[in-house]
T-cell receptor, first 117, second 111 residues
Framework: GAVVSQHPSRVICKSGTSVKIECRSL??????MFWYRQFPKQSLMLMAT?????????EQGVEKDKFLINHASLTLSTLTVTSAHPEDSSFYIC?????????????FGPGTRLTVL | AQSVTQLDSHVSVSEGTPVLLRCNYSSSYSPSLFWYVQHPNKGLQLLLKYTSAATLVKGINGFEAEFKKSETSFHLTKPSAHMSDAAEYFCVVRRDDKIIFGKGTRLHILP
């Protein structure tokens, strides 16, 4: 199946710094990518939908100025956590939809563990 | 509004015995339902999906799920558990272009 990668897999940063997470579709072009956040022992929560060449659509309660999403190409979307704080520590997962398949089919990256000290 | 409830946060079964992971959904119309599996340090993988074609859906690795509208359930089953099945399983419902995850069920396989 289609492959989605994320980089880095783990990152530790100091409070107040910014962290960028990359999501790449390796063998297909993804016009739409999604960013999720998973809190410990909880479900994945959709943060935003990223469309190539346009502004991301954020879910209610997600601060768009804090979680900057850029989808500059058909194979790359980035999530930047700005001025990170300990409460931003979480597991972030991206997914990409394969255009040739139904809207139901998404392929997920392996996730990025962010720890803010 | 659509939502999905996974009734068990942890399930333990012995190797070779059947697996049952329960999922109930609420939806105002006929839903699209999925089961995903997440192995440690790996990405989510689609096990199977229901999109109103057949109520019994067969997936990968011997898993299957049955859509029961009267019970608003979509439970995941496997006749015989294998050690490699130990993972976290997510029941998912689709809302428009977005998917909503259940809280997950951790499956433990006992030797």
């Amino acid at each position: 199946g289609a492959v989605v990668s994320q980089h880095p897999s783990r990152v530790i940063c100091k409070s107040g710094t910014s962290v960028k997470i990359e999501c790449r579709s390796l063998d297909f072009q993804a016009t739409t990518m999604f960013w999720y956040r998973q809190f410990p022992k909880q479900s994945l929560m959709l943060m935003a939908t990223s469309n190539e060449g346009s502004k991301a659509t954020y879910e209610q309660g997600v601060e768009k100025d804090k979680f900057l999403i850029n989808h500059a190409s058909l194979t790359l979307s980035t999530l930047t956590v700005t001025s990170a704080h300990p409460e931003d520590s979480s597991f972030y997962i991206c997914s990409a939809r394969v255009p040739s398949l139904s809207t139901d089919t998404q392929y997920f990256g392996p996730g990025t563990r962010l720890t803010v000290l | 509004a659509q939502s999905v409830t996974q009734l068990d946060s942890h399930v333990s079964v012995s190797e070779g015995t059947p697996v049952l992971l329960r999922c109930n959904y609420s939806s105002s119309y006929s839903p699209s339902l999925f089961w995903y599996v997440q192995h440690p340090n790996k990405g989510l993988q689609l096990l199977l999906k229901y999109t109103s074609a057949a109520t019994l859906v067969k997936g990968i690795n011997g898993f299957e799920a049955e859509f029961k509208k009267s019970e608003t359930s979509f439970h995941l089953t496997k006749p015989s558990a294998h050690m490699s099945d130990a993972a976290e399983y997510f029941c998912v419902v689709r809302r428009d272009d977005k998917i909503i995850f259940g809280k997950g069920t951790r499956l433990h396989i006992l030797p």
